[in-house]
């Protein structure tokens, strides 16, 4: 392009009220040329004008500014030129504000006087799956290892419970009994009996093919007994009570309540994990008896109401069906859920961050491994109860 001559590129075909137009004073320098009124409801031109003319003169070493025909201008005008930035330094081009009005200088100055944090930008190029493989199971080998060190820890703090030496207030084990107990009867007592309404109502259809309607008092009764009544109760407290205590520690850990602690020389696992899991590990067997009886109830209601059987005749038929065995099946399955909810919600609390939404995923992760929990320890006792025969 000839020195004397001016490119014109408007915002519209038309004569628009931003224009901007180029000139070569010099081999090496092009000079931009503003006009018209740069504000946010204007028209702004593009900045990828700047860059053709970059690109289509490869003598271009400098670009200056020419604001005298510019009658206004806002944020919109310092995004155009914070673009041309951008473009000027990846050319290796120095970019002269001296044309600039001092307004605009100054917010310049103070827009490239912090450097952008790495990472600011959300980028959406997808890692390679080998890569992001390898870091699930990096993550995975991190978590096994701190819940097995955090497993060894409870259990060197229920060792000093035993001796006497475990230093925690009596009065939170107290209270965590009640709410791990008594409160949670009424949530334990809906579900225990919707759950043998169920499994009562789904036999009964079957069994009433056959006449043999009174098999639905041991089909209940077995069920909830040995399994059902500790699962229901262990999914109602992993989402009852290991959601609380991962709450309740988490919201410590970002308040540095733990660390007070540590700096007084009180350990976190005695004072804050051992009275939760005893607790729980105390009232999930009596719980998981509490929600045998009332499942037994919902399948009675089935069988009285809707089967025509007789209330003793019910009674006495599920008195048969059941026996010890049975029974101390289900106190194992609790104790173990017990044990396993209390862990998992501890955990997740020590393990929170330390912001307000690391409290809400530390308390949704809490849920979701005591349940998991919960159902593959199911499946390994039944398998070792099938092995041994009972």
């Given at each position: 392009m000839p020195d004397n001559n001016q490119l014109h590129i408007a915002a519209e075909e038309s004569s628009g009220p931003c224009e901007i137009y180029f000139h070569q004073p010099g081999d090496d320098t092009l000079l931009v040329g503003l006009k018209g009124k740069w504000t946010i409801g204007e028209k702004i031109?593009?900045?990828?004008?700047?860059?053709?003319?970059?690109?289509?003169?490869?003598?271009i070493r400098q670009i200056t500014f020419d604001t005298a025909q510019l009658s206004g201008?806002?944020?919109?005008?310092?995004?155009?030129?914070?673009?041309?930035t951008d473009q000027t330094q990846k050319s290796s081009i120095e970019f002269d504000d001296g044309g600039l009005p001092q307004g605009v200088k100054s917010l310049l100055h103070l827009a490239s006087a912090v450097p952008e944090r790495k990472g600011?930008?959300?980028?959406?190029?997808?890692?390679?799956?080998?890569?992001?493989?390898?870091?699930?199971?990096?993550?995975?080998?991190?978590?096994?290892?701190?819940f097995i060190n955090?497993?060894?820890?409870?259990?060197?703090?229920?060792?000093?419970?035993?001796?006497?030496?475990?230093?925690?207030?009596?009065?939170?084990?107290?209270?965590?009994?009640?709410?791990?107990?008594?409160?949670?009867?009424?949530?334990?007592?809906?579900?225990?009996?919707l759950v043998g309404l169920i499994f009562a109502f789904i036999g009964a259809v079957q069994l009433m093919m056959f006449g043999a309607q009174i098999y639905v008092a041991d089909l209940v009764g077995i069920a909830m007994v040995r399994v059902m009544g500790a699962v229901m109760?262990?999914?109602?407290?992993?989402?009852?009570?290991?959601?609380?205590?991962?709450?309740?520690?988490?919201t410590m850990q970002v308040n540095e309540e733990i660390d007070a602690l540590q700096t007084l020389g009180i350990s976190a696992m005695e004072f804050l994990v051992l009275p939760r899991m005893l607790a729980l590990v105390l009232m999930m067997p009596l719980l998981c008896l509490y929600s045998d009886l009332m499942g037994i109830l919902g399948g009675m209601i089935v069988g009285v109401g809707m089967l025509d059987?007789?209330?003793?005749?019910?009674?006495?038929?599920?008195?048969?069906?059941?026996?010890?065995?049975?029974?101390?099946?289900?106190?194992?399955?609790s104790i173990v859920f017990g044990i396993l909810v209390?862990?998992?919600?501890?955990?997740?609390?020590?393990?929170?961050?330390?912001?307000?939404?690391?409290?809400?995923?530390?308390?949704?992760s809490a849920v979701v491994t005591s349940i998991v929990?919960?159902?593959?320890?199911?499946?390994?006792?039944t398998v070792v109860c099938n092995v041994m025969g009972i």
């Amino acid at each position: 392009m000839p020195d004397n001559n001016q490119l014109h590129i408007a915002a519209e075909e038309s004569s628009g009220p931003c224009e901007i137009y180029f000139h070569q004073p010099g081999d090496d320098t092009l000079l931009v040329g503003l006009k018209g009124k740069w504000t946010i409801g204007e028209k702004i031109p593009a900045a990828d004008a700047v860059q053709q003319q970059i690109n289509s003169h490869r003598s271009i070493r400098q670009i200056t500014f020419d604001t005298a025909q510019l009658s206004g201008w806002d944020s919109a005008l310092l995004t155009f030129l914070v673009k041309v930035t951008d473009q000027t330094q990846k050319s290796s081009i120095e970019f002269d504000d001296g044309g600039l009005p001092q307004g605009v200088k100054s917010l310049l100055h103070l827009a490239s006087a912090v450097p952008e944090r790495k990472g600011a930008r959300k980028e959406t190029v997808r890692e390679p799956i080998l890569r992001r493989i390898g870091d699930i199971a990096l993550n995975t080998g991190r978590s096994t290892v701190e819940f097995i060190n955090f497993i060894g820890a409870a259990f060197l703090a229920f060792l000093k419970f035993l001796v006497g030496k475990a230093r925690f207030q009596r009065s939170d084990l107290m209270l965590f009994i009640q709410q791990t107990g008594a409160e949670a009867l009424p949530i334990v007592t809906l579900i225990s009996v919707l759950v043998g309404l169920i499994f009562a109502f789904i036999g009964a259809v079957q069994l009433m093919m056959f006449g043999a309607q009174i098999y639905v008092a041991d089909l209940v009764g077995i069920a909830m007994v040995r399994v059902m009544g500790a699962v229901m109760t262990g999914v109602i407290m992993a989402g009852r009570t290991g959601a609380a205590f991962a709450a309740q520690i988490g919201t410590m850990q970002v308040n540095e309540e733990i660390d007070a602690l540590q700096t007084l020389g009180i350990s976190a696992m005695e004072f804050l994990v051992l009275p939760r899991m005893l607790a729980l590990v105390l009232m999930m067997p009596l719980l998981c008896l509490y929600s045998d009886l009332m499942g037994i109830l919902g399948g009675m209601i089935v069988g009285v109401g809707m089967l025509d059987i007789d209330v003793e005749q019910y009674l006495h038929q599920t008195q048969k069906a059941l026996n010890f065995t049975h029974i101390g099946i289900g106190i194992v399955h609790s104790i173990v859920f017990g044990i396993l909810v209390a862990l998992a919600g501890c955990l997740r609390g020590i393990q929170c961050g330390r912001s307000a939404s690391a409290v809400g995923d530390a308390t949704t992760s809490a849920v979701v491994t005591s349940i998991v929990a919960i159902v593959v320890a199911t499946a390994i006792i039944t398998v070792v109860c099938n092995v041994m025969g009972i």
